[in-house]
């Protein structure tokens, strides 16, 4: 059994006009010890709604979903024990008490007592950087240091399973990329995240696999190289001082597209065969070309294909 195991998870809602929203449309999904897997998807997708479903602080229409083969609507006490839920912003958290009394009033909540729940709470502050700071203010951290203590906080009951909704919204690339080394050293040590994101290098970066999401469908899912494999799209080759016989040698390559070229040798191809690429950059080497660059479809180019496309078509 998976980690996290939704099954035909489905979720309506209906708004104040009384018209109803399938937020989660017969959602599939799980996720295996260590793994982190992305969600993707636009605004409204359903994102948000799987996560607090999962963390049982909503319950779905109809479907299942086991965190540790504990079901989140029947077992939810147990599930609690075991889920911990990661929100970007500034939700969740007392601003006018320090980051330590933040997490000891949090681990009281959650049930940890007396000296077990003030040593996990410097355990952790001390763990995630923010000892020097624990004392002042909540509200005088910045982005980086309130994602840090949300990450604390979920962490206060060992969880197997993190939800983290965003978590890196907001942040600086430098915060960010700190966050997300954090990650995976909570990956490395066996704790299953499910990471819902608009952010498509984190994704890259840090899924093994990720489920892409629109009006509450999975449309796609797999890890990234297959999702890319499966997107056949184009690689670009980009050339610099190319003399304009090898300009045409190359364009002739099946499967070669020139995208572009200048009179001053600067070409810029597409790749859309297998075996061009190689044929390609063998020409131009061959002539002598050494200002080049290949570069790779990433999970971005799927992101826009399979959403922005359906979009589109919508
Ligand atoms: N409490 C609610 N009442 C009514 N509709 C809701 C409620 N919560 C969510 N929805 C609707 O469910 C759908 C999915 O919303 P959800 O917040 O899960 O999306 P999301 O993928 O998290 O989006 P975002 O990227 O903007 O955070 C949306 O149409 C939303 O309006
Ligand atoms: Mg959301």
Redesign the pocket.
Known sequence: MSTVQVDDLT?R????KGRE????DAVRLHAERGEVVG?L????????????ILTTL?LPTSGSARVDGLDVVREAPAVRERIGLVLGGERGLYGRLTARQNLRYWGAMQGLTGRRCRSRADELLERLGLTARADDRVETYSRGMVQRIHLARALLRDPRVLVM??PTSGMDPHAAQGFRGLVEELRDSGTTVLL?T?DMQEAQALCSRVAL?D??RILREGAPKDLLRGLRAPRTVTAGGVPAATAEAVARIAGVTVHGSTPQGHLTLGITADGALSEALRTLTASGVHELSVSSPTLAEVYRTIIEDREFAL
């Open positions: 979720r809602f209906r708004s104040r929203v399938t937020a989660l969600l998807g636009p605004n409204g997708a359903g994102k948000t709604t799987l996560s607090r909503l909704d965003e819902a608009h999401i009006h509450g």
